[in-house]
């Protein structure tokens, strides 16, 4: 709190200057010295204005390149999510096609075997 009375006492401080310079300017008397008081007063808010607007635009287009940054960081994320999801359709076809190969050997197996009970049958026929 006291920072800021102090920066008020500042404030009232720099505004007797500023009256006082008025007034030594101008031969007309104390109201020209007012009027240009009033003159740098308002310089002085005009400035600052500006100077608010200026960190207030930088403080925008820092926010929006942050912005810009988590956009780019998402889209990212998503690629390699998109990334994982092809390694796991990959993995998904080859589970399949060694799937397919079990069947298929399988098969053969059952087939040496008929062909085994076929190879008794005629063994069995000739020595009959």
Do not use: D, F, L, N
């Not at 287009?61 to 990959?90: A, F, S």
């Not at 799937?99 to 069995?124: I, K």
């Amino acid at each position: 709190m006291r920072g800021v009375r102090e920066r008020e006492r500042e404030r009232e401080r720099e505004r007797e200057r500023e009256r006082e310079r008025g007034g030594g300017g101008g031969g007309g008397g104390g109201g020209g010295g007012g009027g240009g008081g009033g003159g740098g007063e308002r310089e002085r808010g005009r400035e600052r204005g500006v100077e608010r607007q200026r960190a207030s635009k930088r403080g925008i287009e820092i926010e929006r390149e942050r912005e810009r940054e988590r956009e780019r960081e998402r889209e990212r994320e998503r690629e390699r999510e998109r990334e994982r999801e092809r390694e796991r359709e990959r993995e998904r076809g080859r589970e399949r096609e060694r799937e397919r190969e079990r069947g298929r050997e399988r098969e053969r197996e059952r087939e040496r075997e008929r062909e085994r009970v076929r190879e008794r049958e005629r063994e069995r026929e000739r020595g009959g």
